[in-house]
């Protein structure tokens, strides 16, 4: 029977970022090893620009809002947010083994480049042509980084609750200069329970 007209039902409106980056797809610890030591060579100055754009744009393993979440949690825990967020993104592809492969190739190639760097600073760091190289380095490392954050606020929901919290605590960690943990204390349980209230 035809349905009369006017009377469709609704369709919510779809939510950007929503969507799993890679449903039912699974990947191999080889494949994640290699991943992340694509993110951890490329990533002069951090890796969480790179981060963004091997696992959210390149590959699609996870989608904006997925990306988010885990970067998210992965601030929380103890350690680098970029290795937590590499142990979830493995294990959730492929197991223990596969937490272990990402996090080996996020640290292996980083920590072997390190010390030949470490060898180089401590024979040629005080020369001036070097220090000018570091200078350029942390300019571009800063404008990755603007510009990963610019990219991942796209993903926020379109309300003015979550930006308030983002410039609450801009204003309290970056302006302020008070402590990361009770930043997150004070706001953290009031936008949980926002959040919680708006889900129900």
Do not use: C
């Not at 696992?55 to 680098?80: I, M, Y």
């Amino acid at each position: 029977m035809k349905r009369p007209e006017g009377d469709e039902p609704a369709l919510p409106e779809p939510d950007p970022g929503a969507s799993s980056g890679a449903v039912g797809l699974r990947i191999g610890p080889l494949a994640l090893f290699l991943a992340f030591s694509e993110i951890a060579i490329s990533g002069f100055g951090g890796t969480l620009a790179w981060s963004h754009r091997v696992l959210v744009e390149r590959r699609r393993w996870l989608s904006q809002r997925e990306f988010l979440e885990s970067l998210a949690l992965g601030q929380l825990l103890p350690g680098p947010n970029v290795a937590n967020v590499a142990v979830m993104v493995g294990h959730r592809y492929a197991g223990y083994p596969g937490a272990a492969a990402a996090l080996a190739g996020l640290t292996t190639v980083p920590f072997a480049l390190m010390i030949i760097v470490a060898l180089l600073y401590q024979r040629y760091g005080a020369l001036p042509l070097a220090q000018q190289a570091l200078t350029g380095m942390s300019a571009a490392a800063a404008g990755l980084v603007v510009a990963t954050g610019l990219k991942m606020a796209a993903g926020l929901p379109r309300r003015w609750r979550p930006w308030l919290f983002a410039a609450l605590a801009f204003a309290g960690v970056g302006v302020l200069r008070f402590p990361l943990f009770g930043v997150l204390g004070v706001l953290g349980p009031f936008a949980v329970a926002l959040a919680w209230k708006e889900k129900r």
